[in-house]
Structures are given as C-alpha cells and as structure tokens.
C-alpha cells in the first residue's frame, strides 16, 4: 500500500475571540473558534447570517483586529494584510477606468517587483487567460458585465501566487447560470494550483461540489465550529457526476440538517 504523506497545516486558527465593544459591554461574535486548515485544501465555511462567518475570514485576511487567540499562517502568527493571503469578495472592486489586465498588474507589481514588464504582464495574462477572459485583456473593467469583473478578480487573486486564497460569497451576486459558470472556472484553476482555500457561502450545493470539507458554524454570538462534512467526492469533480452520486445528498441532507436546528 502506498502511504499517505501527511500535508503540512497552513493556516491554524487557535481560540480566536472576537468581541465588539459596545454600551452595554462586549458583544461577542466568535469564541473559542478552533479550526486547522491542511496545504491544498479547499474548504467552505457556512452557517446563519451574523454568525461571524465574513468577520472570520477578514480576520484571516488581516483586515479585522483579532480580540483573542492567534491566527498562524504556515506556523507564523499574522499581524495585518498581506499578499500571503488574497481575498476575492462578493464584489470584486475593479478600477473601472483601467483595463482588466491593469488591474491584475497592480497587485503582481507588489508581489513581483523584481521581475520585467513582461514577465509580470505574462503571469497576469496567463490567469486571465484561465477564467476566460483571454480576449478582455484590454477591456475597461468599466465595461465588463458583472461575471467578468467576478473572472478578473479570481485571476487577480491567484496572480497573487498566495499561500491562502480566501474566498468572501465570491458568487453571491452572480444569477445563477453565471454563478454555476464561476464555480467550474474556480474549481479547474484551483485544481492545478492547488492553493490552500478558504471560501464562505451561503449555498450548501456550493459548498458540497468545490470542498474537502465544509465548517458549519454555530448561530451568534459566541459562534464557534458547531460540525465539519468531510466531503469524499473524489477530484476531479465533474458537476453532473456530483449531482448524480448518491453521497452527494447525504451531505446535502447533513448541512441542512445542522442549519435547521
């Protein structure tokens, strides 16, 4: 039998609180969050709204002050944003007025300021490239329809060559057709970089078809991990395959069962 080489944890959160102060004394959201995430995992995290799922995951993008507990990147305790971590949101916040390849360059221009002009226009076309955008390089992103903006910013976040991809509702304003569309370009250029991924979602479907795993939070205040799925579906996942395998319901039906009660 061949053995099964243990991956490395990249990303651990450990006893992380986080509390708001407010007149009447702390409102806390999270407490005693526990949660260690494998290299090359892909992971989603749902539950009810206000439960501290975004506030979580801005945490981890070090955007948000952490109240108690560390966050450990490859064993590093973070302190503030950095492109280790980048964050595709609900909205993917595009200079309108600059084309789709300017604003992939800004962010491979901080990451990658020893390498030429065309070694960095080359890294952000490939990844164009990769959502299907290889004719919109020159496009304003003003210009783009609202799924092709999504597509820059998934390619703007793996040009980044982060070590966690952390992904904010990416699809949630996405129609549906679009947001299917969006799941298999996410799926199929993780698969080959295999980037260590947090996502949170409100889409049980969602989260069964692109995870290793999916977190169920608990209901806030005090949210914390309430159960894990581990998904079994083996990958390359092909989405009719999914659908039709008889497990994929058996999680579905564990999802929803947690997020009813």
Known sequence: MESVIEKKTMLECKDIKKAYPTPKGDFVVLEDFQLQVKEEEFISIIGHSGCGKSTLL???AGLNDITAGDILLDGTAIAGAGPDRAVVFQSPSLFPWMTALDNVLLGVKQVFPHA???QREDICKYYLNKVGLGDAFHKKAND???GMKQRVGIARAFALKPKVLLLDEPF???DSMTRV???DVLIDVWSKEKITAIMVTHDVDEAIFLSDRVIMMTGGPYAKVGDIAHIGLERPRERHAVLEHPDFYKYRQHLLTFLDH
Request: hydrophobic share 40%; proline share 0%; charged share 20%.
């Open 181 to 183: 569309e969006l799941q």
């Open 58 to 60: 801005t945490m981890v």
């Open 116 to 118: 030429t002009k065309k």
């Open 172 to 174: 949630g304003m996405l």
């Open 144 to 146: 783009l329809s609202q």
